[in-house]
Structures are given as C-alpha cells and as structure tokens.
C-alpha cells in the first residue's frame, strides 16, 4: 500500500500532498503518516468531503490515516 510521509510538513502542504494522490488514483487506498493535529484534522475533514472512508491510528507519536474509496 502506498504512504505518503508528512511529517514535519507545515500546512498547506500535508493536504495539497494527500489530495494529489486521491486524485492521481481515485479510487483505491493509500495510507498518510504525519505529526501535527492541524495536518490531522485537515486531512480528515478533506477525505470525508470527497467521499473517502478515513480509518485512524497512532504509530509512536505520530497519526497513520489509512484512506479507502
């Protein structure tokens, strides 16, 4: 499965990276790792909007958002 990797990543970039892969596959799955709550929130706000199903974790301290659609 493939992980986009946003650690680190100021806003909007984090988002602008996980909507170019819901676009370039636009249905399938792919999973987000990342580590700042506004990345989080934005990522799954976005996802829900869009119509993907968003299914949350933590790894360490960071989040893994695995999106499906």
Do not use: Q
């Amino acid at each position: 499965m493939e992980r986009i990797d946003v650690r680190g990543l100021s806003c909007p970039n984090p988002l602008v990276m996980t909507e170019n892969v819901m676009k370039r596959l636009g249905k399938g799955s792919f999973e987000v790792i990342g580590d700042t709550g506004t990345a989080r929130a934005n990522i799954l706000r976005v996802a829900k909007e869009k119509g993907w199903k968003a299914e949350e974790r933590k790894e360490g301290g960071d989040f893994v958002i695995t999106l499906r659609r």
